[in-house]
């Protein structure tokens, strides 16, 4: 059994002992430590709270604890029960609640579940409030409520349908291109929330025909679900069948959008972004932000443009706050996160797929084709396995030294750009390893310097 305490919130595997997975008494804690937080921080006077979950099987186990606790705590809970995580961040927002959590594990399979914590603008909690909410947690400093002043609890399922009508009046989504293309789209939506929503929008889009994988949402997922071409074969195999122009696969909280071309070849995930910025950057020039592990082609696409790209820490949160501070019109994460301020600070594969089929839907070309116009590169992920008592930081310092002709970025670890590659290294906060993603034009490339800098760094370890 499993049980991550992190600043971003706390996820673990199903059942165990008290302190050796996510299991009831760790979520009473944890939701306690956390409507403390809110108590002692919020500037909104609403006492409501929001709390959407995605189709896991531990989901209904896991709501109902967290009802109870945050009622207990004297709050009042907004219930919009299967939702997505954008849908859930909306919602508090619309509410004007004093925060929201989000039950899911995002891409990880059955067992896992957690707790997603957000501010009262559906954002997710920063790296002080996290620890704040952490310490209270430790600690167990927090008071429920007496019998007078107990929360209650609200059920709303609308707020599905409100997502899809918001995502509908976007500028920049033409329904009446999209209707017109007669797209015929494959789907997979790996038995969770978005076998709900996903269908329901592509059909407000005008979609004409939809091929349908894995959309009952029980929480019994297919495949693995992480949106990554090894665990994909399926879709790619319906979209040469049923003769789709496009395929989209999203994760269990609908989040992340992995898009497959009519040929059954993935697209790739570090391109949906890249795709949805053109078209946004086409029509609406400004900056764009990702993360330091993100692929080049975002900036490439960006200055082709005209426009100005920046990188942030690895993280929403850090992504989030970087489009902030630069004014960002769109941004987001390589893993498939399009981030559309226009309809709200959270990574959203809705907004993604709608911007995407208007964007193809324009550009009058088949989504191979379109995926052919943008930069090549590839990324290699690899890893250097430690002992425990290596300095991991003394490792990155050195070579950050090493390589201190090149440009290198150090808010995220180390990352040093070449002038046609990239690496980027980052240090696990969980087990002595040091992650090192790498970008070339070609794959050979990408694996050579991954390749180069494990020798560095074991060289530097003797």
């Known amino acids: 059994m499993t049980l ?14 008290p302190e050796d997975g996510l299991n009831p008494l ?49 709050f009042d809970v907004v219930d919009i029960d299967l939702a997505t995580t954008p849908t859930t961040e909306l919602a508090v927002a619309w509410e004007e609640a004093c925060g929201g959590i989000i039950l899911t594990a995002s891409h990880n399979p059955k067992q896992w579940n957690a707790l997603k914590l957000l501010n009262e603008r559906g954002e997710f909690l920063n790296a002080a409030e996290g620890a704040e909410v952490l310490k209270i947690a430790a600690e167990e400093s927090f008071v429920f409520a007496d019998v007078d002043n107990l929360g209650k609890v609200y059920l709303n399922n609308t707020y599905n349908q409100k997502h899809i009508e918001s995502v509908l009046k976007l500028d920049l989504v033409d329904v009446e ?32 025909e939809i091929f349908k994988l894995h959309c009952a949402p029980h929480g019994n997922f297919a495949h693995n679900p992480e949106p990554i071409p090894e665990n994909l074969t399926e879709i790619s195999d319906l979209m040469k069948h049923a003769k789709a ?22 697209f790739g995930e570090e391109y949906t972004l890249v795709a949805v910025s053109d078209y946004v950057l086409s029509h609406t ?45 769109i941004g987001g994460e390589g893993n498939g996160g399009v981030i559309y301020p226009a309809s709200h ?22 989504t191979s084709e379109l995926r052919a116009s943008y930069p090549p590169y590839f990324i290699s992920k690899k890893k250097v396995e430690l002992t425990p008592d290596i300095d991991v930081d003394a490792i990155l310092a050195k070579v950050k030294e090493r390589f201190a002709q090149y440009d290198i970025t150090d808010i995220d670890g180390v990352k040093i750009d070449f002038p ?4 980027h290294l ?37």
């Open 4 to 17: 991550i305490k992190s600043i971003s919130g706390i996820r673990g595997t199903i059942g165990g002992n």
């Open 26 to 74: 760790a979520i009473v804690k944890f939701v306690a430590a956390y409507a403390t937080f809110i108590k002692k921080n919020t500037k909104v006077t609403t006492n409501k709270i929001v709390v959407g979950r995605d189709a896991r099987i531990s989901g209904p186990m896991v709501k109902q604890v967290v009802l109870g606790t945050l009622t207990g705590m004297g």
């Open 177 to 208: 291109a999209i209707k017109a293309a007669n797209f015929r789209v494959a789907i997979d939506c790996v038995n969770s929330v978005g076998g709900v929503v996903i269908p329901e929008l592509l059909s407000a889009l005008g979609v004409k």
């Open 245 to 266: 122009d496009v395929g989209f696969v999203v994760d269990p909280d609908v989040d992340r959008l992995a898009i497959i071309c009519e040929d059954g070849e993935m």
């Open 285 to 329: 020039p400004g900056n764009t932000v990702s993360n330091l592990s993100s692929s080049r082609a975002l900036r490439d696409v960006t200055r082709a443009h005209g426009c100005e790209y920046n990188a942030a820490a690895v993280g929403e949160v850090n992504v989030v706050t970087k489009m902030k501070d630069t004014n960002a019109i």
């Open 345 to 366: 600070y959270g990574r959203d594969a809705l907004v993604g797929i709608a911007l995407f089929l208007t964007h193809l839907a324009k550009k009058q070309m088949k």
């Open 420 to 423: 046609e590659k990239w690496v």
């Open 426 to 462: 980052r240090k696990s906060n969980t087990e002595p390893i040091i992650r090192i993603y790498s970008e070339a034009h070609t794959m050979q490339e990408a694996e050579e310097i991954g390749d180069e800098l494990i020798q560095i760094i074991r060289d530097m370890c003797k």
